[in-house]
């Protein structure tokens, strides 16, 4: 199975337990990855299509096999559960989805005061199907003047899909719209 290398510069944790934890999660499932981290010491990935909690599932494990240490945000309603304690440790960030500007302008001051971050949105901000995307990771981007990193869960062939580094123009609807682009072949999760 090719596991691309985590970068010097990205933001990393865990050890071999968690990583071989995270291998053999993906291996078990069918994962593979197509494509290769580029070398960002901070960047918003996005996280599409979003179709089923099985999606943090195999991120998750992605993560743990690559050694990636990427913060997450997630509705709040989570992070009031049992298992909030497991989903900060994981990364997780509770959104407030009703004070959106507060949390791009929260988001953006934490990539100011990180050195190293990578924040994954599903771009969605749902798991049911969209026909058009939330503007909040085009927003966090552009104000943190970092870089989008795309990545596709792709069900049907079961694979996680790196794209390129793609770079906020100021042009918000090309961009949204070249993005989504990425993802049209991409099947999400169906029974």
């Known amino acids: 199975m090719h596991i691309p290398v985590l970068p010097d510069s990205a933001p990393a944790r865990g050890n071999f337990v968690s990583e071989g934890l995270g291998r053999l999660v993906l291996r078990l499932a ?37 050694r990636a ?30 004070h959106a500007q507060g949390l791009v302008g929260s988001a953006v001051e934490k990539f100011q005061t990180t050195e190293k971050l990578w924040l994954a949105l599903a771009p969605e901000g749902t798991r049911s199907r969209v026909s058009h995307w939330r503007s909040g990771f085009y927003h966090i981007a552009q104000g943190a003047k970092v870089p989008i990193v795309p990545v596709a869960l792709d069900w049907q062939n079961k694979k996680i899909i790196i794209f390129d580094l793609f770079s906020v123009t100021g042009q918000i609807d090309n961009d949204i719209a070249e993005l989504q682009d990425l993802y049209r072949p991409v099947k999400g999760f169906s029974i």
């Open 30 to 66: 069918g994962w593979e990855f197509q494509g290769e981290w580029p070398d960002v010491s901070r960047c918003v990935v996005i996280v599409a299509p979003h179709t089923t909690n099985w999606d943090f599932i195999i991120g998750l494990s992605a993560a743990l096999a690559i």
């Open 69 to 98: 240490n990427i913060r997450w945000l997630g509705k709040d309603s989570l992070f009031r559960t049992p298992l909030a304690g497991f989903f900060r440790w994981q990364g997780g960030i509770p959104a407030v989805r009703d």
